[in-house]
Each structure stands twice: as structure tokens, then as C-alpha cells.
């Protein structure tokens, strides 16, 4: 089936914007049960056959003990929500039992969260591991396979009549004395929760610091609300631009590119529901739009069938990537047709792919793709 999808050059993008440093919570993550650094696996194969000079993929299949990255941004969110409950920052722990243990006199407490999946299961994950309760939140159309990982963490799921944008509001609206909202989007009033999601995500960029020589020539990323992109600006905007930042939306779901045509924030109509479901957000995040407005450099929109393909091609590399996680590949794939500047850059640049899941639903990836390894 042919494509539908775009590519989308930012007229918002400004040369002259500069990001400030951003604290690292490495040290955190570090701390956490299960931390190790994630591989970033180059691809020659893949970059032989799409005429780039070279390929690399962070693969965040396995974070934190959880198949994709979301643990960062979830855990470092509700450590710094609970530091400020106590009124003090609880940096004197070494392993997450002593941490368990700095926040008990907060209990009983809920941490509740809207989730296409795997957000939801980080928040899940971490108030488990600190004694407290969790309710998530899931759009209608949400695979059984990612509903019962949230529960396998002892959480609450309620599955939303709608989509993402009606799992946020219902639970934003749960919000009490005795329960925390944990979101990777935003909304007036709600802020700075958020953001510091946003400052989890930081981890993972300075892994690929310290795995490349160098900045790499493009780096590509799945974009939802946009938290990990606004994460990706921020980091890579701190000085004079070197890397191309491009981003990857479903075409059904690509709030940020419509967003970025209208020239302001806009919520697309009804429910998305591409199969790449950590994707299928309606809304841009308000404190992540701006920063990605002003620095990324490309939007493409791809297909299901063409994520299918690009998870495929995955597969018989050796990476073992969700629908969301591939999205990334199938938007590069598609950059690669384009017979212009762009294509006669991909030929001379090292190029990093963010894979960000790893495989999330079984089912669907053993009908679709090949057998699951291990």
C-alpha cells in the first residue's frame, strides 16, 4: 500500500534559538533497580541499502526492567513530586529500599497517570516499588496486552470511552490530596510535573554522548505529546546547531506537524488510532510545543503498513522494536526516497535512530513480524 505521509520542513524553525543546560539525573537513575546502559547498535546493513553513510539505533528495549524508555521521565518525575512533598531533597539513599523508606510517612498515597501504555506502567512500576497505590488511565482502543502489564504492577486501569486527550482529562480530574497526577503532557495549571518528566528523558542523550565521538549529523525521534522530543531539543540546541533534528508522527496522529502548519498549537479531531500507540496523541504538551517548534528541522508523517515494514526490517536486524519504537526507522526509510538536499545529506551522515519500546504486544508482533526472541 502506498504511502500517504509527509515530509514537512519547520517554517517555525529558528536559527538563533539556544536551550539552557539542563540538570542531569543520571545520578538518580543510577540508583535504580535494574539500571544499565542502553546499547546504540549501528546498522550497516540498513544504511547500505538506503544510501546513508551510517546507521545507529538507541535501543530502549529493555530500561530500567520495563521494554521502553519511559521509566526515565516517570521515576525521576515522581521522585522530584515526592522530594517536595517532604519538603527536602532525599539524597541521602543508595539503593531504592532506602528510598522506599524516606517516603513512607507519605502514606497511604496514589500516583495516577494517562497512558497509551507505557508511561502508565513506568508510574505503575515505581509507586510499586515505593509502597504506594496507582490508578492509570487508557483510550478505549488499548491492546489487552498493554492493559494487563499495568496491572501486573498493581495498578488500577481504567479504560477511558475515548481516546489519549479523554484518558488525560479523566485523569486530571482524579487529582486530590491523596492522589498525584504523573503526566508527560501538560496543561494550564499543570506544569511542572511535566517538565520534569521532560528532564528524565535527559539520561538517555547523554548515554549517546558518551557512545559517539561526536554529535551525530541527524537525529531521528518518534514524536507523541512531544515530552522526549522536547527532550532532544533541549539537548542538542545548547549551542550552535550540528545535529538535524527530524520527528516521526503517524499520519493520523501527527498533532505536532498540524500544529506545525497552523503555526500554533492545535488538537487534531476525534480518536487516533494508529497502530503505533504511544504515538496517538490528538495535543501537543503546551510546554514541550514551544522548544520543538523552534528546533526541529523536519516532520514526516508514515503509515501503519510502512511502521510494519520498518519494524520488519528491524527484525531482521537483530532489533526487536515495538510499533512506536520503529516509527523512527520507517520515518528514515521514507526521508530516503527524497531525490533532493535531503537525500544527498543522509548519503554523508552519521545518523541516530531513537528506538523507544521494545515489543509490547506479543501478539500482534509474532502475527506481524516473526518470532520473539529469547
Known amino acids: 500500500m502506498g ?31 535494574g539500571y544499565a546502559v542502553t546499547p546504540l547498535r549501528e546498522l550497516p546493513a540498513i544504511a547500505a541499502s ?138 494550564p495549571g499543570y506544569q511542572t510535573v511535566p517538565a520534569w518528566v521532560i528532564e528524565g528523558y535527559e539520561t538517555i542523550l547523554e548515554e549517546i554522548d558518551d557512545q559517539l565521538a561526536q554529535p551525530p549529523d ?22 550552535d546547531p550540528i545535529t538535524m533534528l527530524i520527528g516521526v508522527e503517524p499520519i493520523g496522529a501527527a498533532c505536532v506537524m498540524e500544529s506545525i502548519r497552523a503555526g500554533r498549537p492545535i488538537q487534531l479531531p476525534g480518536e487516533q488510532r494508529s497502530i503505533m500507540a504511544g504515538l496517538n496523541c490528538g495535543t501537543p504538551s503546551p510546554i514541550a510545543w514551544p ?31 515495538g510499533e512506536s519504537g520503529a516509527a523512527s526507522l520507517a520515518g528514515l526509510v521514507f526521508a530516503a526516497v527524497d531525490h533532493g538536499a535531503l537525500r544527498q545529506k543522509l548519503a554523508r551522515s552519521r545518523v541516530v535512530l531513537l528506538s523507544t519500546e521494545g515489543i509490547t504486544d506479543p501478539d500482534f508482533y509474532s502475527r506481524q513480524i516473526g518470532p520473539i526472541p529469547g
Open 3 to 33: 504511502s500517504k505521509g509527509t515530509i514537512l520542513v519547520n517554517p517555525m524553525r529558528r536559527a538563533d534559538f539556544r536551550s539552557q543546560p539542563v540538570a542531569s539525573p543520571s545520578w538518580f537513575h543510577r540508583r535504580l533497580p
Open 50 to 187: 538506503q544510501g546513508i553513510e551510517r546507521v545507529y539505533v538507541k535501543d530502549e528495549a529493555t530500561r530500567l526492567g520495563l521494554p521502553a524508555f519511559k521509566m526515565l521521565g516517570a521515576s525521576w518525575a515522581i521522585y522530584r513530586v515526592l522530594s517536595e512533598r517532604l519538603g527536602l531533597e532525599p539524597d541521602n539513599w543508595a539503593t531504592i529500599d532506602d528510598l522506599n523508606s524516606l517516603v513512607a510517612p507519605l502514606r497511604p498515597l496514589t500516583l495516577a497517570a494517562a497512558t497509551d501504555g507505557n508511561h502508565g506502567r513506568a508510574v505503575a512500576r515505581m509507586a510499586r516499588l515505593l509502597g504506594f497505590s496507582s490508578r492509570i488511565w487508557v483510550p478505549s482502543n488499548t491492546a489487552r496486552a498493554r492493559i494487563a502489564a499495568i496491572e501486573e504492577e498493581g495498578a488500577t486501569v481504567h479504560v477511558s470511552s475515548g481516546g489519549y486527550d479523554d484518558a488525560v482529562a479523566a485523569a486530571a480530574a482524579a487529582a486530590d490530596d491523596q492522589t498525584i497526577v504523573i503526566s508527560d503532557t501538560s496543561w
Open 218 to 239: 541527524i537525529l531521528v525521534v518518534p514524536i507523541g505529546v512531544g515530552a522526549l522530543a522536547a527532550a532532544v531539543a533541549r539537548h542538542y540546541r545548547q549551542s
Open 291 to 321: 522548544v520543538i517548534a523552534a528546533s526541529f528541522d523536519l516532520f514526516i508523517t508514515v503509515s501503519d503498513d510502512e511502521d510494519i515494514d520498518a519494524m520488519r526490517l528491524f527484525h531482521r536486524n537483530g532489533i526487536f522494536a
